[in-house]
């Protein structure tokens, strides 16, 4: 089992460094600056425990890697281009098993218009990208938690046999029948990193985040869309993983933060922010909140502003004018 990585940034990079350093083969797809730098000088892991460079074959696409019948596709980029890079694989390897290491939960269901084999990771994992061909873990010993499942639900030998190696290679992992629910909890908590990339990682806490997630349990109790309990998802993390402070840049925070920081273009509020949005259009809950930050996050995104630029009081401002 060759497990392909299929945007080697934050969660991504770390994930197949860690696979790589436990024995399994690895090949990591990237684009541009970064997928240079991992050619010409390898992956740099900087890490709680060491700072290594590892030699892990890099392409620029997944169809350029020469895709294998027993190749595991672990599909690590931001939920805007997930279609790309489904179609460029179904071209290639139409019966590949495709593992959506990603936040949001509407990759699953791109990839089930495409492949039979479609498994939701839910993850939690500290990860940081911020520089071409380097990638930081800031906790250990545990990496991160990556339960898995297959989509719509079920557990098979793919999913056991992902979470073995996933287990194997520093993170804690379970085969789970019913790993959509987890995803539907993550998202909701995910619903703050808008607010995280605009103004900071405090404004999470604050009333525009309390708002935000309280706007996402009330669409997903309209939707009737079944929820792990805010108990079971404390009880799964217990005390697995240790935070540590260790990035070059310390202000780092979340996903969307760094996209900003990166100046990528492109933010994923859309597919967090944005199907709390849908779903409340659909079931008839108002979402101004998060309606709110799925507008900013993209102007930003779009405008290259850097994170942390908006205030608390703008956002209320234009919250008060969109009422």
């Not at 995910?190 to 669409?219: F, K, P, T, Y």
Request: with cysteine.
């Amino acid at each position: 089992m060759r497990f392909v990585v299929v945007g080697a940034g934050a969660v991504g990079g770390v994930l197949g460094a860690r696979l790589h350093q436990h024995g399994y083969e690895v090949a990591l797809v990237a684009r541009g600056a970064h997928h240079d730098a991992i050619r010409d000088h390898g992956l740099r892991l900087v890490a709680p425990e060491e700072s290594v460079v590892l030699p892990i074959p890099v392409f620029p696409t997944a169809s350029s890697v020469g895709l294998e019948p027993d190749d595991v596709m672990l599909l690590c980029v931001k939920a805007q281009d997930t279609v790309a890079v489904l179609d460029d694989i179904v071209a290639v390897a139409p019966d590949a098993p495709i593992v959506c290491v990603q936040n949001g939960v509407v990759n699953e269901r791109m990839a089930l218009r495409r492949f039979e084999r479609v498994y939701g990771v839910c993850a939690v994992f500290p990860a940081v990208h911020l520089e071409p061909g380097v990638v930081e873990a800031s906790s250990a010993p545990v990496t991160g938690i990556l339960d898995i499942g297959r989509v719509p639900e079920g557990v098979d030998e793919t999913a056991e046999a992902v979470a073995a190696a996933f287990s194997a290679s520093t993170f804690v992992s379970e085969a789970r029948p019913d790993i959509m629910r987890w995803k539907y909890a993550k998202l909701v908590g995910n619903l703050g990193n808008a607010l995280d990339a605009l103004v900071g990682r405090e404004a999470r806490s604050g009333e525009l985040g309390r708002r935000a997630h309280a706007e996402g349990v009330a669409v997903l109790a309209a939707a009737r869309i079944d929820v792990v309990t805010r108990e079971e998802d404390v009880a799964r993390q217990g005390n697995l993983m240790a935070w540590n402070e260790i990035y070059a840049t310390k202000e780092a925070g979340s996903s969307s933060w760094q996209s900003l920081a990166r100046g990528t273009g492109a933010i994923e509020a859309d597919h967090l922010n944005g199907e709390i949005v849908l779903l409340g259009r659909l079931h008839g809950v108002p979402t101004p909140v998060n309606a709110l930050l799925q507008r900013t996050a993209n102007e930003a995104a779009r405008a290259g502003t850097p994170p942390g630029s908006q205030s608390l009081e703008e956002l209320a401002r234009l919250l008060d004018r969109s009422a």
